[in-house]
């Protein structure tokens, strides 16, 4: 992405493409729609960006807070609690509806799925091994643990299970009550 615009401008242009997305939903969104809400031009968002599923994945990536890596409490337990009180309730039931609403975009929208994967999901994926490597190395899990593979299924089940069986977002109370209960657990933890 070209250096051009400053972190405040660019951090207003996510804000917009996010607040969009809620409004209108992926398919609706369209780069003419961002550059009248951004008073910003086509063209430019384009050079930035190169296309809208670009842009809305750099936008949500930069919405998250810190990356998984940065966690290292010294145990498991804690990283997991960490992770889960990085976003408060209503931060996090507005990003949980946001994605529920691109799952369902991105099944037919290949360069959605490519662009979220790439920006979105496989640093998540990359931070997670390195604290569940970490937690090996600590002996906390053991390394052949068959629930290791499963862990991003887990939280990944926890958010969606947790709309579909209780018609509730998930929430902060929620994800720690399924961690002690459900993946630490199964991690022998």
Not at 41 to 69: F, M
Not at 162 to 181: E, K, V
Request: hydrophobic share 40%; aromatic share 4%.
């Amino acid at each position: 992405m070209a250096g051009r615009l400053t972190p405040e401008r660019e951090t207003e242009l996510y804000a917009a493409v996010l607040d969009l997305l809620r409004e209108v939903g992926y398919d609706a969104l369209t780069m003419d729609a961002v550059a009248a809400r951004t008073k910003s031009s086509k063209a430019t968002l384009y050079r930035q960006w190169g296309s809208k599923p670009e842009l809305v994945a750099r936008a949500l990536r930069h919405n998250k807070p810190g990356g998984i890596d940065e966690i290292d409490t010294g145990s498991l337990r804690s990283d997991f609690h960490a992770m889960t009180s990085r976003e408060d309730d209503c931060e996090m039931e507005k990003n949980s509806a946001l994605m529920r609403g691109l799952m369902r975009a991105v099944h037919d929208n290949p360069d959605l799925h490519q662009a979220l994967r790439e920006l979105l999901i496989e640093p998540e994926m990359t931070g997670l091994d390195r604290m569940l490597r970490r937690a090996v190395e600590r002996g906390e899990v053991s390394a052949d643990n068959p629930a290791l593979h499963f862990v991003p299924h887990m939280l990944v089940g926890a958010f969606v299970a947790r709309q579909l069986i209780d018609d509730r977002p998930a929430d902060r109370a929620f994800l720690a009550r399924y961690l002690d209960a459900v993946v630490l657990p199964a991690l022998g933890v």
